[in-house]
Nanobody
Framework: VQLVESGGGSVQPGGSLRLSCAAS????????MGWFRQAPGKEREGVAA?????????HVHDSENDRFTIARDNAKTTLILRVNNLKPEDSAMYYC??????????????????WGQGTQVTVS
């Protein structure tokens, strides 16, 4: 099972990014997946998640509801996070995660089993 994130980088405030997560050795179509971020000295927090299966219900952190969009392409086992109007406080390592058993769109890190190595986002 491998999750590989890409798309991070350095952007100016107000800019946008599209983060991708490719899954291999595993078919996460029926389980929930999510994006999390962790800044230095802070706990890992969930920013957006999406259910497994066909309904693809999303759950975005309340404070980011108007800037973060999550989507998944089950045919390609790819998870996407689009972030608009980036702010300096969005700077963090962004991680993709997949559950081993739950189909829910959860923002709690402990509910996820598989994690990528992360992609760095710096806004300045």
């Amino acid at each position: 099972v491998q999750l590989v994130e890409s798309g991070g980088g350095s952007v100016q405030p107000g800019g946008s990014l599209r983060l991708s997560c490719a899954a291999s050795g595993y078919t996460p179509r029926r389980v929930g997946m999510g994006w999390f971020r962790q800044a230095p000295g802070k706990e890992r927090e969930g920013v957006a998640a999406i259910t497994g299966g066909a309904d693809r219900t999303t759950h975005v952190h309340d404070s980011e509801n108007d800037r973060f969009t999550i989507a998944r392409d089950n045919a390609k086992t790819t998870l996407i996070l689009r972030v608009n109007n980036l702010k300096p406080e969005d700077s963090a390592m962004y991680y993709c995660a997949a559950s081993a058993w739950s189909s829910g769109a959860n923002l709690v890190p402990d509910l996820y089993t598989y994690w990528g190595q992360g992609t760095q986002v710096t806004v300045s």
